[in-house]
């Protein structure tokens, strides 16, 4: 089994930034993708970034040139640095993961999601 461990929400003022950070640990053979995903109120669920095992990435429209997205491979881990915030930044961000595990097979899993507030 997999989980996917996130931190680093929080309430934050226009124009700040925050890093959120999402952590996957148990039967990991190899990780095809990490990424992140939000949901805002009345909304539904959106990519924001994913970074794939060639260390490609994408991200959405309303992010490009503010977010940046990384990964530690030693650590499994993804990271998500958010500059200049805006209020239409605000939602219920989630990580994701295409991981193989053992025994051997693609799963994707999801964290528990971390509310990121952009408010004065």
């Known amino acids: 089994q997999v989980q996917l461990v996130e931190s680093g929400g929080g309430l934050v003022q226009p124009g700040g930034s925050l890093r959120l950070s999402c952590a996957a640990s148990?039967?990991?053979?190899?990780?095809?993708?990490m990424g992140w995903y939000r949901q805002a109120p009345g909304k539904q669920r959106e990519l924001v970034a994913v970074?794939?095992?060639?260390?490609?990435?994408n991200f959405a429209d309303s992010v490009e040139g503010r977010f940046t997205i990384s990964r530690d491979n030693a650590k499994n881990t993804v990271y998500l640095q958010m500059d200049s915030l805006k209020p239409e930044d605000t939602a219920v961000y989630y990580c994701?993961?295409?991981?193989?595990?053992?025994?051997?097979?693609?799963?994707?899993?999801w964290g528990q999601g971390t509310q990121v507030t952009v408010s004065a």
């Open positions: 970074i794939r095992s060639d260390d490609s990435t």
């Open positions: 148990g039967s990991i053979l190899s990780i095809n993708s």
């Open positions: 994701h993961a295409e991981i193989v595990g053992i025994p051997i097979e693609v799963t994707d899993y």
